[in-house]
């Protein structure tokens, strides 16, 4: 299995095994308790606590979990039996040795059971769920540029990989004959790669053929950053790589050279972030958002005509728009889609300018971070006709794309907040965005809260 659909299912596989684990225990306890069988004596919490700690220990000698475990299906179900078989050795040695005294062995005759028959289930749910994935294109689109033997060898590798990969054809100026084969497998020139990636949705593109070897994959890397789509080098196996110029990773075997560092790439980073999106901003929602909206919305409402939220269609993550949601704090006009806010803006309300220099009127965005289209940190959402525009005056502005737009930024905290007077701060806010995707951490995240919260509380000059 690729590797983060293999750590998908190591995380879903651990939690769902322990509940399994607990649930079994406590079916069992609660079948003897509503019985006159007696039940065992020692205190249930406790020997609850040894199941789990003696599963772990179990897991982990036969290495359950591992991401070997994982490469098929068959080796999961044969591991799981031997981890309950080891479990069940080990308990029983565990409670001899602590001279525990069961007096109704009968109850783990029944746990055991139980705990047998939900694994299998859960294990049978497993290969339905893999088959699932198979069917439904949840996987990524590819495309590989180089008809060469690296270049095949990769191809075989995502075909054998289906469930996480689908694999669209190979794109090279040597070969003659470009067609589409039995299995769609297209084959074109170079310098038609990157129009068929945006009309198939192709989120990757892998070329064994580098920049100083051939002057479209130039052309590639550029028109790749401005519709969002990754591209990788892949050299030769046999290549030695100096990572001190280089961002490498491997897949499989492959050694995979990107053109930057982004952490956000990787399933388990993504999870991270999101479960720190979905606890903060509910948080926000519950504690403030609950008793703020409805005071918020009479003072709205008292001073101006018109709706409590402004929402306006910004851009999203790979350039996809959205609905940006905001307390409304200007007057009801038909130039809030063309016209950023200026200092002493007409347009803004007394009560608005409040709301704007507080950062109040941002709010609303934690229901669009709640609903995953926007994140706490990330680079700020841009009108459409600011991405259109600046998409064409700066260098690398599109792969600010690449993330969702968060409700605060590294660009933000850095002072360029608010209006962008010309294309020089644009462009430096791009600059602080793009390190912002090369270096993500949680504790970044955690540090550019910090850092808003007490921007918020001196005061900016851009707030208006």
């Known amino acids: 299995m690729g590797k983060s659909y293999s750590f998908l299912n190591r995380l879903v596989f651990v939690g769902s095994d322990f509940f399994i684990l607990n649930a079994s225990y406590f079916i069992a306890n609660a079948f003897y308790a509503f019985s006159d069988l007696p ?10 606590v040894f199941f789990n700690v003696t599963w772990l220990i179990s897991a982990s000698i036969m290495r359950l979990y591992a991401a070997s475990t994982f490469l098929r299906i068959e080796h999961i179900f044969r591991q799981s039996w031997k981890t309950l078989v080891i479990h069940a050795l080990l308990f029983t040695i565990t409670l001899y040795l602590l001279n525990i005294d069961v007096q109704e062995n009968n109850f783990f005759i029944l746990f055991y059971c139980i705990l047998i028959v939900l694994i299998g289930l859960s294990r049978f749910f497993l290969t339905y769920l893999s088959q699932l994935i198979t069917r439904t294109k949840l996987h990524k689109k590819i495309a590989i540029i180089g008809y060469n033997q690296t270049g095949m060898e990769l191809a075989k590798y995502f075909k054998g990989n289906d469930y996480m990969y ?22 074109g020139p170079i310098e038609k790669c990157m129009d068929f990636a945006v009309k198939n949705n192709i989120t990757e593109i892998y070329s064994t053929i580098f920049p100083e070897e051939h002057d479209d994959i130039t052309k590639v890397i550029d028109l790749a950053d401005r519709h969002c789509v990754h591209v990788k080098f892949v050299p030769d196996k046999k290549t030695v790589i100096n990572e001190n110029y280089y961002h490498l990773e491997y897949l499989g075997d492959f050694p995979i050279i990107s053109l930057r560092s982004e952490p956000l790439q990787k399933l388990n980073s993504r999870i991270k972030k999101r479960l720190f999106d979905i606890i903060f901003s509910s948080l926000v929602i519950i504690f403030i958002l609950s008793w703020l909206t409805p005071i918020l919305a009479i003072l709205i409402k008292l001073e101006s005509k018109g709706p409590v939220f402004f929402k306006q269609l910004r851009s999203g993550k790979d350039n996809k728009p959205f609905w940006c949601y905001k307390f409304r704090s200007m007057k009801v006009n038909d130039k809030s ?20 220099k507080t950062s109040l009127d941002e709010f609303p965005q934690f229901f669009n971070v709640w609903v995953g289209d926007m994140s706490i940190v990330g680079p700020r959402p841009h009108m459409l006709m600011h991405t259109e525009k600046y998409s064409a005056l700066i260098n690398k502005y599109m792969v600010r794309q690449f993330l969702k737009p968060g409700v605060s930024g590294w660009a933000q ?52």
């Open 166 to 187: 689908s694999f669209q054809g190979f794109f090279d100026d040597e070969s003659e004959h470009f067609s589409i084969n039995k299995e769609g497998r297209i084959v």
């Open 337 to 356: 889609d063309v016209l950023q806010a200026t200092r002493e803006d007409n347009r803004v309300t007394f009560i608005g300018s409040i709301l704007r």
């Open 39 to 48: 039940l065992i004596s020692w205190d249930g919490l406790k020997l609850a």
């Open 413 to 464: 905290v850095n002072g360029y907040r608010g209006q962008t007077k010309n294309t020089e701060m644009m462009g430096k806010r791009v600059e602080y965005d793009i390190w912002y995707i090369e270096n993500w951490s949680l504790m970044f995240d955690v540090r550019i809260v910090f850092m808003t919260i007490i921007n918020i509380l001196k005061g900016e000059d851009t707030a208006y």
